[in-house]
């Protein structure tokens, strides 16, 4: 507790009862005088050079460049569209296209696509099939799915703005233009999880414009740029909105095109050089942004640098959101302005305090001595040596204020011991509410199959009542009953030995058994389960409850990595050289990652979704093969599945 808390407290209102007025005054005075001039001066001149001229200024600026860019985008495609508009105009074009002169057409469609720099320029007919492909000449009349040319076709008149290109579509066209839409993923933090590592479609802006003959729709001029890896609009906004400047070697503004989330167009750059194409904006980003139609504004940390930032949606002609437009200007600009505000504002509460000091001295001057000694009692107490006192020989004020003082420090002292005992209870407590809580939900983790097994087998009685097989049923009830109750016994005692009750038992039997109970569950049917027993297998000295939770927890999280189905391989065998008794588990599921390996026996780590599992599973797992004189290890591989290798040694075999 510190001094400046305790002085709230009572001793400081005894000394302020019997404090002369006179002396009272001058304190009051000279703190008084010293806050007015410090906070005054500092909360008006604080808050109005950096909230009106820094922060405010950030944002507006933003946003206006923001602004800018969509100005440049739009600019791009109205470009496109005039020329686009232009060729369908042409009457020896329309002539052309009317008489299916295509030597004469792809000259054309050739010299506009190279002036509009455009990548795709065809000509399809009004049934679909393209009559020129400008890219691949050799290969017209396929049918071009494409919701533009539906459009146009469909409404007569042409249309303009930013759509998807699939990636049979590029195909078709080249496998150039394939190639550059093909984007890998780069995982990026704080980013939604995406379930595909490659990007094979892209993002274009697209044009359409109807050609007309003897006023027939004769055919549809379709012209494309592709964005994907297409980095002149990016560049050209950094070349007209933020001039190419640089702070401190680093790019002042930069701009973005993002296909959904991931980047596919950019400026910017990465710590070892290049575009940070295949990066993904934060999910916080995605979410109002792309879900919500919403302009995202705030600072952002973009590769290795924070900027103030801007997303906007961009939209496909029917509204929906395909893609975002950013712009972010490096907020160290900002810090810079901010430094120098500071530096002026540094001076101002120096000044300040100056004038404050001079104030405070002279108010002062004719108290300060008598309590030099009191300010030192209070230092040493400050820096926790509560054994100093202050001696007094007087009744007067200042023997008054050292008794107080002396007062207060022996508070101090009872104080700081009541705390440190409450602390200590209250920590005890917590720990054991905190290791309550997490047995409790390793409990219900390890009870949930058993009691689905219940479930399952008495909905097989309320069916057929009459099976003969009736009482083998109930058996089962009875026996997982009786083993729910021992799990939870089990997790209870997790971090303590117990005493195993062994008895001789066939590791075979077990598997049998407790696989012919999950086989049933209703989780287990994409499941195919191959059981490899060796049939030299001895009986083992084991606890046959819990070697059954073993068997159930690892057939559990196989099933559980292979969502979309899978093969289970159990495997008995024993070890030539050693003699050992070696159990193995196979899946082929997910697979476990590398640097999770080392941290999977541990209690309480998971990498399932929060309520999907405790962690536990594994560690008493761990514990039953170890308090067996067993080995258990893992071997995995992600996306070609896990292997776990449990060892028996023989000298547990029953005599």
């Not at 230092?379 to 050292?402: A, P, T, W």
């Not at 008493?620 to 995995?636: D, F, L, P, Q």
Request: hydrophobic share 40%; net charge neutral; charged share 25%.
């Amino acid at each position: 507790m510190s001094l400046r808390r305790t002085m709230k407290g009572l001793p400081v209102k005894t000394l302020q009862g019997v404090v002369s007025n006179s002396l009272r005054i001058k304190l009051a005075m000279s703190l008084i005088t010293v806050v007015l001039i410090v906070g005054i001066s500092s909360t008006i001149i604080g808050i109005k050079i950096i909230n009106d001229n820094v922060i405010g200024q950030a944002y507006e600026s933003v946003r206006s460049e923001l602004n800018a860019a969509q100005f440049i985008y739009d600019k791009r495609i109205d470009e496109i569209k005039i020329y686009i508009d232009h060729v369908a105009s042409l009457p020896y074009m329309q002539t052309a296209i009317a008489e299916k002169n295509t030597s004469l057409i792809l000259t054309k469609l050739l010299e506009v696509k190279n002036e509009a720099r455009l990548d795709i320029l065809n000509v399809v007919l009004p049934d679909g099939t393209t009559l020129v492909r400008s890219n691949n000449p050799a290969s017209p009349y396929d049918i071009d799915e494409d919701f533009f040319l539906a459009k146009t076709l469909e409404a007569g008149k042409g249309f303009a703005g930013s759509g998807i290109i699939s990636r049979s579509v590029l195909e078709k066209e080249s496998e150039a233009l394939a190639m550059q839409a093909m984007i890998e993923l780069v995982p990026t933090s704080k980013a939604r999880p995406l379930e595909n590592t490659v990007l094979h479609h892209g993002l274009a802006l697209k044009v359409t414009a109807p050609v007309y003959h003897d006023g027939k729709l004769i055919a549809v001029l379709h012209g494309a740029e592709l964005l994907n890896r297409n980095y002149s609009i990016p560049d050209r906004i950094k070349s007209l909105i933020f001039e190419e400047k640089k702070i401190n070697g680093v790019e002042y503004g930069t701009a973005t095109i993002f296909l959904d989330d991931v980047r596919i167009s950019t400026n910017v750059a990465l710590k070892g050089g290049g575009r940070a194409i295949g990066t993904q904006v934060s999910e916080e980003v995605y979410t109002k942004v792309v879900r919500h139609g919403k302009i995202w504004l705030d600072k952002a940390f973009v590769v290795d640098n924070w900027y103030i930032s801007a997303y906007k949606p961009i939209y496909d002609i029917t509204g929906q959101v395909i893609g975002i437009l950013y712009v972010g200007i490096l907020e160290e600009k900002f810090n810079i302005i901010k430094r120098d505000t500071t530096y002026t504002f540094s001076i101002v509460i120096l000044v300040s305090l100056i004038i404050s000091a001079f104030i405070a001295m002279a108010l002062i001057k004719n108290i300060i001595t008598p309590i030099n000694k009191l300010m030192r009692a209070s230092r040493s107490v400050g820096e926790g040596h509560y054994d100093r006192k202050i001696q007094f020989n007087s009744n007067d004020e200042l023997g008054l204020m050292c008794s107080a003082f002396n007062n207060m420090v022996d508070a101090i002292v009872e104080r700081d011991s009541q705390i440190k005992e409450q602390t200590q209870r209250k920590a005890a407590q917590l720990e054991r509410m905190a290791s309550l809580g997490r047995l409790a939900s390793g409990i219900a983790h390890e009870i949930n199959n058993p009691l689905t097994a219940i479930l399952t087998y008495s909905s097989m009685l309320m069916e057929d009542c009459e099976d003969p097989e009736q009482s083998g049923d109930l058996r089962i009830i009875v026996d997982e009953t009786l083993r729910c109750r021992k799990i939870v016994k089990e997790v209870l005692d997790f971090a303590r030995e117990t005493k195993l009750d062994r008895q001789p038992a066939s590791i075979n039997d077990i598997i049998q058994t407790t696989m012919f109970i999950l086989e049933r569950h209703a989780s287990f049917q994409n499941i195919a389960i191959n059981k490899k027993l060796a049939e030299d297998i001895p009986n083992v000295m084991l606890d046959i409850s819990q070697f059954k939770s073993v068997i159930n927890n690892l057939a559990v999280n196989a099933r559980d990595a292979m969502k979309n189905g899978g093969v289970l391989t159990i495997e008995t065998m024993i070890d030539q050289e050693s003699g050992n008794i070696v159990l193995t588990f196979t899946d082929t599921g997910e697979g476990i990652p590398e640097k999770n390996l080392d941290e999977i026996f541990d209690p309480f780590f998971t990498t399932k979704e929060p309520g999907q599992g405790t962690g536990l599973g594994l560690s008493i797992t761990y514990g039953v093969i170890k308090r067996h004189n067993g080995r258990i290890s893992v071997e995995s591989k992600v996306g070609q599945g896990t292997t776990f290798t449990i060892t028996l040694p023989v000298s547990d075999l029953p005599a």
